[in-house]
């Protein structure tokens, strides 16, 4: 069945996840709102907790009112030390997907002028300002000043490029004694198993005295067998538990990219937003704050009529940093955990957490790359400063 109708509209969003939304509740703040046309399509009801979102924030965030949990507390371990960051007027927070979901969805139950299509889009073609959706059965014909995708998709992958999987499975649990200080988050403990991976570690997320978020976490080219995280997960807890008694009450997997491919921010008419569009971190999977920062770009230069392809463009600099690390953990030329312990033991965690977050200043930098050994950190800045003139 082919559909032959064009509708027009202001806003279009292929994909509904957490860039795709985020945007759309920012659009939605803006007074002439209810005036615009827009249509959202995702393939998922968006009704399950199937992820949370953690990083680190000094103010209120635009999502502060579902923040579930903070900890004002961070430990970096490893075999031989339990190190308390100093993360100065930071807090880590935590953001259930189940909550983000349904604060978005009854915001945008209140609009009528939001459509929302439950299917699966399955190709675009953007000729001469139509965009045509094709579906299962049927196709959709559309015109819009802007059209955003989150729709994953797998980049523009070079043989120069590096390409990590961060790679993780957590259990929240319930003990029957007390067993965490729910004050204090343990952002990396890497006393585990390493299997051979660049990194390996244990994140662990309180949410009381009796209940916690613990994963465990890999940075390696390929995702392991499930029953590998299930047995490191249970080492975990009896070498680290006061109590053999422990109930799962929820279970996370996922992957994220660690990769310096390029993305397109803007092709063929359609903006890429998320993961979709280069906002994961390659260094280190975070992605939840650049989405964040990226929509209120987008939004505030729609707002003035100001918006262009270049709002969603990367820094070159960070993404050189970048590039350093990830080349140095894919060759396998330094441990990860020698890497995180050198930075945590030597720089403060508030200034790695601005480093992370793209933020810092030239002379701050040097400072942190100058934590690490030259004699493995300069070749490789050698070789992703050529990589980055001649070949990329
Ligand atoms: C389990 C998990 C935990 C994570 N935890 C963190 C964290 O703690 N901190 C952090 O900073 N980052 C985290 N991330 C990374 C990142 O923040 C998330 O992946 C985030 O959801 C990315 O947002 P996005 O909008 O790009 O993609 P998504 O949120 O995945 O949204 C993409 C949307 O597209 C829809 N879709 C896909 N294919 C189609 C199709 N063909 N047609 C229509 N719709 C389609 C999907 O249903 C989805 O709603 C995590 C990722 C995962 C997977």
Known sequence: MKDKQTILYDYIFLGAGCAGLSLLMRLMDDPGFPAKKVLLVD????NLNDRTWCFWEKEDGYFEDIVYQSWKNLFFKDKKQNLRLNIKDYRYKMIRGIDFYSYCLNRIKKHPNIEWLQQKAEKTDYVKN????????????????CVFSSIPHTGQKTKKDYSLIQHFKGWIIETEDPSFHPEDAV???????????????????????????????????KVFEQEVYDLELKKYFSATLPTRNYYIEHVEYGTIPMTNQKYHHYRDGIYYLGTAGGQT??????????????????????????????????????????????????????????????????????????FLDNETRLSEEITILNSMPPAVFMPAALRELVGKLFFR
């Open 43 to 46: 393939s998922d009801p968006k």
């Open 130 to 145: 139509m965009l045509t959706i094709h579906f299962h059965d049927h196709s959709l014909t559309v015109q819009a000043s």
């Open 187 to 221: 952002l990396m403990d890497f006393s585990v198993d390493q299997h051979e991976a660049p990194a390996a570690f244990i994140y662990q997320l309180p949410l009381s005295s009796t209940k916690a978020l613990i994963e465990y976490t890999v940075f390696s080219e």
């Open 281 to 354: 971190k390659p260094s280190t999977g975070y992605t939840f704050q650049f989405i964040q920062k990226q929509s209120a770009a987008i939004a505030n230069a729609l707002q003035i009529g100001n918006m262009h392809p270049a709002i969603l463009k990367k820094s070159a600099r960070f993404g050189y940093y970048d590039s350093i690390l990830l080349g140095v953990l894919s060759k396998k030329e330094m441990q990860g955990a020698e890497i995180f312990k050198r930075l945590f033991t030597k720089v403060p965690a508030w200034l790695i957490f601005r």
